[in-house]
């Protein structure tokens, strides 16, 4: 199990949150849920994170925007960007923002929980 592992989630469907809140606090993750980018930011402020995992439109403060101000205090912190928006020519695929998994909504949970297993170099579950 992972407990000491926290993950934050920057996601404002709140239907997808939860369920991916609990398919990861399931497997052994401690998850802090955030409605948007400001409030992610905020939350990733005051509380240590070992992976982000956020979707890119989102109110208040976009997922670009919001990994932009994270990396500035945590280059290595680990990414999982969900989305349906990317576009070819993204900012977000250059190598300056890795480490960071890019993943097309909709996105089933236990991918994302295989995407972070494998950024946070542990062992995937049977």
């Known amino acids: 199990m992972h407990e000491s592992l926290h993950i934050l989630i920057a996601e404002d469907e709140v239907l997808a949150a939860m369920a991916l809140e609990d398919f990861l606090s399931l497997k052994g993750f401690r998850v802090t849920v955030a409605a948007n980018g400001a409030e992610a930011l905020d939350r990733y402020g005051r509380e240590q994170v070992d ?11 976009d997922g670009q925007t919001l990994i932009r101000e994270i990396r500035n205090r ?7 960007v969900m989305t349906g928006y990317l576009t070819e ?7 300056r923002w890795k480490p960071l998994e890019i993943l097309s909504k ?4 236990r991918i994302i929980c295989e995407t972070l297993h494998r950024m946070l170099d542990l062992p995937l579950e049977a």
């Not at 945590?74 to 999982?80: E, K, M």
């Not at 020519?89 to 190598?95: A, G, M, Q, T």
């Not at 909709?106 to 949970?109: A, K, R």
């Open 74 to 80: 945590d280059a290595a912190l680990p990414v999982v």
């Open 106 to 109: 909709p996105v089933n949970p």
């Open 51 to 61: 992976a982000l995992v956020t979707d890119l439109r989102m109110p208040r403060m």
């Open 89 to 95: 020519d993204s900012d977000l695929k250059h190598d």
